[in-house]
């Protein structure tokens, strides 16, 4: 059973694939965190054995005997006030009488099969209730009339718990809610035994992977732009010391939430680690009136006892199998080729259909058009809103574009930047009120944007409208959805003085709605989230979209660090990734195309320069590509990702990507940069079955080895004859 009540201990068991979590409700109702590591036998001797002495400085509990203080305890859902000095998971202010203390004691619970969905916010699903059991505590504050609701789900199979928390106003007076995180866990850890795993970067360098050692006191990472951010990522993870990609226990937590969010472990003076994760409580707050319920983010936390590696391909078997949409998740990708870096703002229907023609003859299977085509944006200085198409540009219109791409074999993709509002535009004349804003106060500009007020039903109608139209108009069977600017003088025309500062989570659900609609209304579509390269890549975009642009630099080589960061949480199925010109327009630097593609096979293929303007040995080489993509896509969107060498270390980054039942896996080696008489190099693969015989593919040479020579000898990797050279090598079972 994957959820127990032990009613006798007052202890709750949830095993889920290889973790056990375990949970208490104390003698004095407090709901205390036990364990959560390697899964556990039946036996559960001694699980809540814990230390109970009198700590100076540590208060005892109201009631409870000596030596019981929730400065001790470890705790599920802690709250500030009455003996926790600790960063607490709820804060609620009580504006009767000004009190901020909360007092969460243990009201009842049910196990019920399956998984309820979040109100409002996007979560993971189960299609039958036998894929997941989903366990519900209730916490309350008699005083106040407060109710908690604690969900914990387990999913068959998989090593991972997802967590949320609802709040209730039972009481007669209205509440404040100033932080309603959506998952703490206290657990023991030794200050010097934890590495913290977080994601951070910047524009065109998002999630370069960081590790630092935990040490005492709290180490935190937030979002306060208002989306989740190219700075950082909703996703932390404490690795035990040594823990490396294939060894060691790592525990992680991603939150499905695009909005600014907060990440954090609090070590403390008795080595009790407390990992939270939840909306940033910095500028929130939520007034709830009695009756009302206020519904935290699905936090996922997963568990592996097999390193990095092994929590990677945990996290990303979960995603493909309980977060992404349905419809796309098991779909196989377009390789599609867009016109941004190809054009930029200067194109017209020609242009755009001889880069789609000669795509076609080299494999390609969607066309898709980027900024540029509506209004009269010739530049980023105007038009966002006017989701109408520039006739100057564009004559016959959208309809008369996509025919012509059609016809040429290619399917037709559009852009749109929905959250968007530019001063130079008509919609901004009409409604100047309808971006956030706080008025009498400048508005600042980025990207010569500002941001619509989601929060606002009628704001978000409209722009459905606008868009929905267009989407009617052709056979678009792509949207690429854009997000250029985070969030500046936050707030909205629609609320009132004390609810602005509800406005950035307001605004996040009314995203959630609208890309609700749209991806309902138009399943036929792929959805393709953006924001400014990866500055929103996480969870919460990809429970309505499949994949998103995972970074503005397309530059092979700086890919690599940021396609090993995004890995880390995110399968290959999500992140686009695209050949592009050389030069490269980011960073400058020339690699070879074959590199570009190697390095691109990772999950949604495409293209980004101007097709057209190939030699023939350049197109030659783009057909090879396309054609061997097909070939191994269904591999690279189902199959089991191994790093082998992580480019932040080394000369040289290495992965692969193994199937299911190990009878085909892709290689892939890249030199960063050649050495002179460079060392031998051997490449030690993962996850084949050593029992095999595999056919190893390396452009026109094939050679039989046995899997556990390839496991264990390795693979030799040849001399680079130059910076930024790779080899991929393509493994079918032959036994
Ligand atoms: C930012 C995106 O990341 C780019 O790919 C491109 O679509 C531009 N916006 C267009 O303005």
């Known amino acids: ?49 814990r230390r109970g002495q009198d700590r100076a400085f540590s208060p005892t509990l109201a009631g409870a005997p000596k ?36 007092s969460l004691r243990y009201a009842g619970h049910r196990i019920e099969p399956g998984k309820p969905a979040l109100e409002g916010l996007p979560s993971t699903y189960v299609e039958s209730g036998a894929d997941a059991d989903t366990l519900t505590v209730m916490l309350e504050d008699k005083h106040i009339g407060l109710r908690v609701e604690l969900l914990y789900t387990v999913f068959a199979g998989h090593p991972v718990i997802t967590r949320s928390a609802r709040v209730v106003n039972a009481g007669m007076a209205p509440l404040e809610l100033r932080r309603v995180l959506s998952a703490s866990v206290d657990f023991d850890t030794d200050v010097a035994d934890y590495k913290f795993v977080q994601l951070s970067g910047a ?164 066309f898709v058009l980027d900024d540029g085509w509506f209004g009269k944006r010739d530049n980023d200085l105007t038009s966002l809103g006017d989701w109408f198409v520039d006739r100057n540009k564009l004559p016959g219109g959208l309809a008369d574009l996509a025919a012509r791409i059609n016809a040429r074999g290619v399917q037709f993709g559009l852009w749109f930047e ?58 678009i069977t792509y949207v690429k959805w854009d997000m250029n600017r985070h969030f500046t003088e936050v707030g909205s025309a629609a609320l009132p003085a004390d609810r602005q500062q509800e406005t950035a989570h307001r605004c996040v659900l009314g995203l959630y709605a609208l890309m609700d609609r749209f991806t309902r209304e138009f399943p036929h579509i792929l959805f393709e989230g953006c924001s400014g390269g990866g500055g929103r890549f996480d969870p919460g975009i990809l429970a309505y979209m499949p994949q998103i642009w995972t970074s503005d630099d397309s530059d092979a080589i700086q890919r690599l660090r940021i396609q090993y960061g995004t890995s880390l949480a995110y399968p290959f199925s999500t992140m686009a990734a695209h050949v592009s010109a050389v030069p490269n327009h980011q960073v400058g630097r020339v690699t070879p195309l074959r590199t570009r593609g190697d390095v691109a096979f990772t999950g949604s293929f495409g293209y980004e320069l101007d097709l057209g303007a190939m030699t023939d040995a350049e197109k030659a080489e783009v057909k090879r590509q396309c054609a061997h993509y097909k070939e191994v896509r269904r591999l690279l969107m189902s199959g089991d990702l191994y790093r082998l060498k992580n480019p932040g ?27 002179p008489n460079a060392p031998h190099r051997r490449l030690k693969l993962r996850g084949l079955d050593p029992a095999r015989t595999y056919r190893v593919r390396r452009d026109d040479t094939e050679t039989s080895v046995a899997g556990d020579v390839l496991m264990h000898a390795g693979l030799p990797v040849p001399d680079a004859p130059g910076d930024f050279h790779s080899v991929q090598w393509h493994l079918k079972a032959a036994t």
């Open 1 to 49: 059973m994957p959820i127990r009540h032990i009613e006798a201990q007052s202890l709750f068991v949830l095993n889920a694939g290889q973790t056990t979590y375990a949970l208490k409700v104390s003698e004095q109702g407090v709901l205390l965190h036990l364990y959560w590591g390697p899964a556990l036998g039946g036996r559960l001797d001694g699980i809540d054995h």
């Open 203 to 366: 524009w065109a360098r998002e999630r370069d992977a960081r590790f630092s050692p935990l040490r005492p006191g709290v180490q935190a990472i937030d979002s306060r732009r208002g989306t989740s951010s190219h700075q950082q990522n909703p996703f932390i993870a404490l690795a035990e010391r040594g823990a490396d990609e294939e060894h060691g226990a790592v525990h992680a937590f991603n939150l499905i939430y695009s909005g600014n969010f907060l990440a954090q472990v609090e070590h403390d003076q008795f080595a009790c680690s407390r990992a939270q994760i939840g909306i940033n409580p910095f500028d929130f707050s939520w007034l709830l009136a009695p009756g009302e319920a206020f519904q935290a983010p699905e936090a996922v936390l997963a568990f592996s006892a097999d390193g990095l590696g092994g929590m990677s391909r945990a996290l990303h078997r979960f995603y493909r199998r309980h977060l992404l949409p349905i419809a796309w998740r098991d779909r196989e990708r377009p390789i599609l080729v867009n016109n941004w870096e190809a054009t930029y703002f200067t194109f017209n229907a020609d242009k755009l259909e001889a880069i789609a023609a000669a795509g076609a003859e080299l494999g390609v299977e969607l």
């Open 649 to 675: 270390d080394s000369r040289e980054a290495a992965w692969m990507v193994v199937a299911d039942d190990a009878t085909e896996a892709l290689v892939t080696h890249v030199t960063v940069l050649a050495e």
């Open 67 to 102: 030596g019981v203080s929730l400065d001790t305890l470890p705790q599920e859902y802690p709250t500030h006030g009455s003996s926790d000095f600790r960063q607490p998971a709820l804060e609620v202010f009580q504006p009767a009488d000004g009190s901020r203390i909360v």
């Open 418 to 475: 929905p959250e968007m509002i530019s001063v130079e535009s008509e919609l901004y004349r009409a409604h100047p009120d309808w971006c956030i804003h706080v008025p009498g106060r400048p508005r600042t500009e980025g990207r010569q944007q500002l941001v619509l007020d989601f929060s606002r039903a009628e704001v978000r109608d409209a722009i459905h409208d606008s868009i929905a139209r267009i989407l009617r108009s052709a056979p």
